[in-house]
């Protein structure tokens, strides 16, 4: 997994902690700068490693010794709590429409970065009943006797094909989409993106689907063409979400193209792809601290299934092991 590396030599720097018997300016100077390395190995952003390691530092030199607890222990409390928040302290869901129209969600991106295949996989999540979890991940009240957590309301949602310039794209979302049993709305590609989009919402409304994924065009680059049609398409049917589908693979490279995408157009949030891959996770500790906006999904493999809420609290936990 993602964070195998990063987690390995985070133990390998608590270790040096854990054989002190308090923590000191010093071991607590070395534990830091290695971690650092860590990080920047991971291809985690220059000035989001530098500020996680300057907010650790300064936790940690001002901590009082507690008794019963090691100086590892407090020091892997205080790491844990900048982890997450750095990436967004709690989980980020999905908005609905505060109006009697139905919630429009915008897919952004480049191409290759997993768009549609996000799209659908976003459809089946949200008409699939979810055990509501919380902040940290595990589901609310336990999972003992009477402990169950609490199921989200299943969405109707109906899926929008408004990427018309690549040729298969349109298939591709229909062949998910029946794949995932949700109805793909299209009008070809010799329409107008701004129309397929209006149109696919008033449809939605007429037959009752309460949830809109637009699978909007990608481009090989981030281009003022591009840029200008999310913007007339984000006038037009004003979205309840835009969120930009990233490669984990690019590494903070998806960091930066968040910040630009949000910059240029304003987006709400992330779903950052791939994340099973062999990529070094630097993503997604970079993203929020990059860009200012959650990641509000991951893609964790191919398959339909394969999406997950992005919890920084459990992401936090995997990285430090
Ligand atoms: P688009 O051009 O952005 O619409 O990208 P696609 O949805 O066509 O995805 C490009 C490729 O990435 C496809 O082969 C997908 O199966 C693959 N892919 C998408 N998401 C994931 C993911 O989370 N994990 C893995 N391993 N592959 C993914």
């Not at 607590?28 to 700068?33: D, G, L, N, S, T």
């Amino acid at each position: 997994m993602v964070f195998d590396s990063i987690t390995s030599k985070i133990t390998g720097i608590l270790d040096t902690i854990r054989g002190a018997d308090k923590l000191t300016a010093e071991n607590i100077e070395e534990a830091v700068q290695e971690m650092r390395k860590v990080l920047l190995d991971a291809d985690v952003n220059f000035q989001v490693a530098n500020s996680l390691v300057k907010a650790v530092k300064e936790k940690a030199v001002g901590e009082r010794r507690i008794d019963n607890v090691n100086p590892s222990q407090q020091f892997v409390k205080i790491l844990y709590d900048e982890l997450v928040d750095i990436m967004g302290g709690d989980e980020a869901p999905i908005a609905t429409s505060a109006t009697d129209q139905p919630t429009v969600l915008l897919l952004a991106g480049l191409q290759g970065a997993g768009k549609t295949t996000a799209a659908a996989k976003l459809a089946l999540y949200l008409q699939t009943p979810q055990t509501r979890l919380d902040a940290s991940g595990d589901a609310e009240g336990g999972e003992g006797e009477g402990g169950k957590g609490t199921m989200t309301k299943p969405r109707k949602v109906l899926l929008v094909a408004a990427d018309v310039y690549r040729p298969a794209a349109i298939d591709q979302l229909q062949i998910l989409g029946e794949r995932v049993g949700c109805e793909v709305f299209t009008m070809g590609q010799d329409v107008d993106p701004v129309d397929i989009v209006k149109q696919g919402v008033a449809y939605a409304k007429e037959q009752g689907y309460d949830t809109v994924i637009v699978d909007t065009a990608g481009r090989q680059v981030v281009d003022d063409a591009l840029m200008a049609e999310l913007k007339r398409i984000k006038e037009a049917v004003p979205p309840d979400e835009v969120l930009l589908v990233v490669d984990a693979m690019t590494g903070q490279e998806a960091a930066l193209l968040t910040q630009t995408f949000n910059e240029q157009i304003g987006i709400s949030g992330a779903i950052l792809t791939k994340l099973d891959g062999d990529t070094r996770g630097g993503s997604a500790l970079s993203v929020r601290g990059v860009s200012g906006k959650p990641i509000k999904f991951v893609g964790v493999g191919e398959g339909m299934d394969k999406l997950e809420p992005f919890y920084p609290k459990r992401m936090a936990s995997r990285i430090i092991g």
